[in-house]
């Protein structure tokens, strides 16, 4: 499991910055083949994750629903254990962690734009443009009261604590 959230992650960031990998530089990132790849992503991609690669066929493509962050909340919040979801998705309780809070902060600031939220938050533009949808279909059913529990302190208004001038002082 540990090679394939290791797999999907790379292909995350790559997509992230604006590249897509194939299955040559795939080959040379890890020591398989690309048949090997192809059945290791296989569990991740028969789920609906997407995991954007350059020269996917059309029935590989047609199973993509959302990227693992969004797939991820989304079973969550559908009722799903999050074990099983970080089982099932090969995502560690670190990263696990990292989507569920970032998911929280990304809708409380749904009326600015995907970018602006982005910036503000760390997250992915995709990721954030696939909560925001997502949150707004929970929006459209009713669904979304009681989701979201307030924090004390979010990571990123701590953040601004310290680039505030007295903000080492107010600690």
Not at 15 to 40: E, V
Not at 67 to 78: C, M
Not at 136 to 147: A, F, N, S, V
Not at 155 to 163: G, H, M, N, R
């Given at each position: 499991?540990?090679?394939i959230s290791?797999m999907a992650r790379v ?5 992230y910055q ?6 040559q530089r795939?080959?040379?990132l890890f ?8 059945a290791?992503?296989?569990t991740?991609i028969?789920?609906?994750?997407t ?11 047609a199973?993509?629903?959302g ?5 991820a ?7 799903e254990?999050p ?16 989507w ?14 995907v ?10 533009e ?14 459209r059913?009713g669904?979304?009261d ?8 979010w ?8 680039s ?8």
């Amino acid at each position: 499991m540990m090679q394939i959230s290791r797999m999907a992650r790379v292909i995350e960031e790559a997509y992230y910055q604006g590249c897509l990998l194939d299955g040559q530089r795939l080959c040379g990132l890890f020591p398989l083949t690309a048949k090997a790849i192809r059945a290791r992503l296989a569990t991740l991609i028969d789920q609906g994750a997407t995991l954007p690669l350059a020269g996917m066929s059309k029935e590989t493509r047609a199973k993509s629903r959302g990227l693992r962050a969004v797939l991820a909340v989304e079973r969550h919040l559908n009722g799903e254990n999050p074990q099983a979801i970080q089982r099932s998705l090969a995502i560690g309780s670190n990263q696990w962690s990292l989507w569920r809070n970032g998911f929280r902060r990304v809708v409380t600031l749904e009326t600015a734009s995907v970018p602006e939220i982005a910036s503000a938050t760390g997250e992915p533009e995709p990721v954030v443009s696939g909560w925001l949808e997502m949150w707004e279909g929970l929006k459209r059913d009713g669904r979304q009261d009681g989701i979201l529990k307030p924090e004390v302190v979010w990571e990123w208004e701590a953040k601004d604590l310290f680039s505030s001038p007295g903000g080492l002082r107010g600690l």
